[in-house]
């Protein structure tokens, strides 16, 4: 079960992002992911912990800034809640125009999200999921077996044929019913 410790981060007089299918705002959230992933990546790093992943998304509460963190032996909750303390500080410091967001620092879980290059070799042979911005033989949504990846091509085996797909398009990919280290 993934593990969770958030705080609503209120800024008055700040909009919330536009449609997350409009490319502008959709530019201006991989952006801010890229800097709060920069940002994060050696905190994590410093306590031990790897980032797995980060996601800036609208949900029905409004905009969420998700993190998950992994560690050999597995993330605690008290792991979430230290992590988070210290990126409201840092993200509050170095980020202060951002768009009100909830934050939450997680455990990956069993379908534990893929957003590194690295990751898409390292879980080869694993079931995922993964979801493109643009669609690649007329789909969007893949479901299949990791095969790698060349260059910036992610390999996927679905239906007995290997489909490549562009990474800087990946909107979102997870594997299946993940359940061990690798």
């Given at each position: 079960?993934?593990?969770?410790?958030?705080?609503?981060?209120?800024?008055?007089?700040?909009?919330?992002?536009?449609?997350?299918?409009?490319?502008?705002?959709?530019?201006?959230?991989?952006?801010?992911?890229?800097?709060?992933?920069?940002?994060?990546?050696?905190?994590?790093?410093?306590?031990?912990?790897?980032?797995?992943?980060?996601?800036?998304?609208?949900?029905?509460?409004?905009?969420?800034?998700?993190?998950?963190?992994?560690?050999?032996?597995?993330?605690?909750?008290?792991?979430?809640?230290?992590?988070?303390?210290?990126?409201?500080?840092?993200?509050?410091?170095?980020?202060?125009?951002?768009?009100?967001?909830?934050?939450?620092?997680?455990?990956?879980?069993?379908?534990?999200?893929?957003?590194?290059?690295?990751?898409?070799?390292?879980?080869?042979?694993?079931?995922?999921?993964?979801?493109?911005?643009?669609?690649?033989?007329?789909?969007?949504?893949?479901?299949?077996?990791?095969?790698?990846?060349?260059?910036?091509?992610?390999?996927?085996?679905?239906?007995?044929?290997?489909?490549?797909?562009?990474?800087?398009?990946?909107?979102?990919?997870?594997?299946?019913n993940y359940n061990?280290?690798?």
């Amino acid at each position: 079960m993934a593990k969770r410790a958030g705080k609503r981060k209120e800024k008055p007089g700040r909009r919330e992002a536009n449609r997350p299918t409009d490319p502008e705002t959709l530019k201006r959230q991989r952006a801010f992911v890229d800097s709060v992933t920069g940002l994060a990546d050696p905190l994590c790093a410093a306590e031990g912990m790897e980032l797995v992943h980060v996601e800036y998304q609208r949900e029905p509460g409004g905009l969420t800034l998700r993190l998950y963190l992994d560690k050999p032996g597995g993330v605690t909750l008290d792991d979430c809640v230290d992590i988070s303390r210290q990126l409201e500080d840092i993200l509050d410091v170095h980020a202060p125009d951002a768009p009100p967001y909830r934050l939450e620092v997680s455990s990956p879980g069993i379908d534990r999200p893929v957003g590194k290059l690295d990751d898409f070799i390292r879980f080869t042979g694993h079931q995922a999921k993964i979801r493109m911005v643009t669609p690649v033989g007329g789909r969007k949504n893949f479901t299949g077996v990791l095969a790698g990846a060349i260059d910036e091509m992610v390999q996927i085996q679905v239906d007995n044929e290997t489909v490549s797909l562009n990474f800087s398009d990946i909107t979102r990919a997870r594997l299946i019913n993940y359940n061990g280290e690798r």
